[in-house]
């Protein structure tokens, strides 16, 4: 197959991955110089009709869609006695390789890919295609850190009736995530697609999937009577907003889901929201569908109705009671300055002068990046001193160049990155000479240009360290050795030894001197002890036993 010209347009390269139903190929389309994917049924396969029809149904639903977030189809084999499809290349991994590598993801992160992918759903389903298979091996992540949601090879379309082929195929969907009423071999849904991004959500924040099982049918029966080990109990950095959102998404009954891949999306975008009051953030939310945020009236409004409950009562009660009302309700309480148009770092002082705290969240737009943009309590309205105001942050435009991290230490690459609503995801940390901490290279490329929330990959020096020669040091003085060497002690062994002159010292190590390892690793080290001193009778216990 390699070397063939298809279409006289697309010439095999190499292949890319073969699953149970196709083999892919990566290709050259020597029209444009773009790289392709090219997707061929498998050859015992192709006089199947139950698997051409599977196949047909994958272009069929392909072809009702075009979106950044999904892999798009750009072309039909016109060989009927050997089927293929045309794709865009995307040259990176599988979401599952990540985790497999990473483990569970930072929050942030876990949620803006996951968002993505609810992004490509609300496409597929406004065009009445249901995926019917999401799980982290069909999302892909390129290497300029776009999502892209792969293979509809068992998508169903809402206007056909596919009830039949799915008697016929039994339960369609990979058992570690699709939803109770795919196990239970029901029709699939809108709803299951997102029980499918929740038990994704899952893993990505947790390492882990939602259910295991020692056969498949034990898995799916959890999926339709288990509840999931809470993400909380496995990922204590996740926030409650978060583990809600993904509660939400595997209910079991679809009615109790989301109604749409929009509603979880927006529940995401809020849960990630800095946590002031229930009121600010669906105003905030919905300002965010419009354009630029709208000031958030509802919790000033309260705030005004509570003030002034509060100075009617200082009229009735005593006056020590009185005082403690007045302290907290007017010499503690001030107005809310105005800081829409201030650089963020102006802001922040002006609201700590007042005594207020903030709280900051970051919206593409046509300002200046860390320009304020909008704040949550109108000029002039009472506020408290220690509350919280939210102040909605510029992160410049919504596709913006990707800045040169390389050379940067990952930490400001970090706040450079998040100051124009990029996310980081560590993809390597080599042993190298540069010091620890510092980027070596990143995708994508510095000045790419890139949707606000994309992925920037960076590989991080782990820095570098020599281990020491310890043999012959008493221990102690070995583990200050290798504190200096910028290496920690590991384990302890102990070999016994007659020679007094040798007890307390390092007889072996492991890594040996001389062994290049990440600063921070660890050397294992055995160490000398004292042999047992035989007692009179001979029975070899130690003295004093």
Not at 375 to 391: A, E, H, T
């Amino acid at each position: 197959m390699i070397g063939t010209i298809l279409m006289e347009r697309y010439r095999l390269e190499e292949q890319i991955g073969e699953g149970g139903m196709a083999s892919v190929y990566r290709a050259l389309d020597l029209r444009t110089g773009h790289r392709v994917a090219v997707k061929f049924l498998r050859q015992e396969l192709q006089a199947n009709p139950e698997f051409l029809d599977r196949f047909r149904r994958e272009a069929t639903a392909a072809s009702r869609m075009s979106h950044h977030n999904i892999v798009n189809l750009l072309d039909i084999g016109d060989n009927p006695s050997a089927p293929y499809l045309v794709f865009e290349f995307v040259d990176g991994k599988t979401l599952k390789d990540i985790i497999g590598e990473h483990g569970q993801l930072p929050q942030g992160t876990a949620v803006q890919i996951a968002i993505r992918i609810l992004s490509a759903l609300r496409h597929a389903h406004e065009a009445g295609v249901i995926h019917r298979d999401i799980k982290p091996q069909n999302i892909l992540v390129d290497r300029q850190g776009y999502i892209k949601v792969s293979d509809f090879g068992i998508a169903r379309m809402v206007d056909t009736n596919t009830t039949d082929i799915e008697r016929k195929q039994g339960i369609m969907g990979s058992v570690h995530y699709f939803s109770p009423e795919q196990a239970k071999g029901g029709t699939a849904t809108f709803a299951s697609d997102l029980y499918s991004v929740g038990c994704v959500l899952y893993e990505m924040l947790t390492g882990k999937v939602p259910f295991e099982g020692e056969t498949q049918v034990a898995v799916a029966m959890q999926h339709v009577q288990a509840e999931p080990q809470p993400v909380r109990a496995l990922a204590s950095d996740v926030s409650g907003p978060v583990e809600a959102v993904v509660l939400k998404a595997m209910a079991k009954d679809p009615a109790g889901r989301y109604a749409s891949a929009l509603l979880m999306a927006q529940a995401l975008h809020a849960a990630l929201l800095p946590e002031t009051t229930e009121a600010a953030q669906p105003a905030l939310l919905e300002a965010r569908r419009v354009g630029l945020p709208q000031r958030v009236h509802a919790r000033a409004g309260r705030q005004s109705r509570i003030l002034i409950v509060l100075l009617s009562l200082v009229l009735l009660v005593s006056i020590f009671t009185g005082g403690f009302f007045i302290y907290r309700d007017i010499v503690n309480t001030t107005r809310t300055p105005l800081l829409t148009g201030y650089l963020l770092d102006a802001a922040v002082r002006e609201a700590e002068r007042e005594g207020i705290k903030t709280r900051i969240v970051r919206n593409p737009s046509d300002e200046p990046v860390d320009t304020v943009i909008d704040q949550s309590f109108d000029v002039g309205m009472p506020i408290k001193r220690g509350d919280v105001l939210l102040l909605v942050v510029s992160s410049g435009p919504a596709r913006k160049p990707v800045p040169d991290l390389v050379q940067t230490d990952l930490a400001a690459a970090t706040h450079q990155l998040e100051r124009i609503a990029l996310e980081v995801l560590v993809v390597d940390e080599p042993i190298s000479a540069i010091p620890r901490g510092t980027v070596l290279s990143q995708e994508p490329a510095a000045g790419t240009v890139v949707d606000a929330g994309s992925i920037v990959q960076l590989v991080v020096s782990s820095g570098q360290a020599v281990v020491p020669e310890l043999s012959g040091l008493i221990w102690t003085e070995a583990a200050d050795v290798l504190k200096r060497a910028k290496i920690a002690p590991g384990k302890v062994s102990y070999i016994e030894t007659e020679a007094t002159s040798q007890q307390g010292r390092v007889a072996s190590q492991l890594p040996v001197a001389g062994e290049k390892v990440a600063e921070g690793s660890t050397v294992d080290m055995v160490v000398y002890a004292a042999a047992p001193t035989a007692t009179p009778d001979g029975d070899g216990k130690g003295a004093g036993n």
